[in-house]
């Protein structure tokens, strides 16, 4: 199978997937008279095409997406050092450690009050 094929059956079912969750959205937000058992085999209809085209679509990129679209692997090298001075969230954090500590610390050790 050639990728372009790939493609475009994913595409395929990807659109057989929406076209019947649309319709299954749409039946379920028009008013109908009486709800009558058509409107319900309608909906059934939609839904066993959506859980068809999903499931032929979940089933392509398991078998076939690695051949196509392989993982992409992390670049070669060390990995990147982050430190406070480049990351706001690693400040606000380190922040909150320090009051943390302070605060068990002064929970330990509490200050004497000097009565003079």
Do not use: C, W
Request: charged share 25%; no cysteine.
């Amino acid at each position: 199978m050639s990728k372009i094929v790939y493609d475009a059956v994913i595409s395929q079912l990807r659109g057989e997937a929406q076209e019947a969750l649309g319709m299954i959205q749409h039946l379920l937000e028009t008013p109908s008279i009486g709800r009558d058992s058509t409107h319900t085999a309608q909906i059934k209809e939609y839904a066993h095409k959506l859980v068809t085209a999903e499931g032929a679509l979940l089933t392509m990129q398991q078998y076939f997406n690695q051949q196509f679209y392989p993982p992409v692997e992390a670049p070669p090298g060390p990995p990147t050092v982050v430190t406070p001075e480049m990351s706001p969230t690693m400040r606000e954090a380190l922040e909150s450690e320090k009051i943390k500590a302070e605060a068990k610390k002064r929970r330990k050790n509490p200050k004497k009050k000097d009565d003079s």
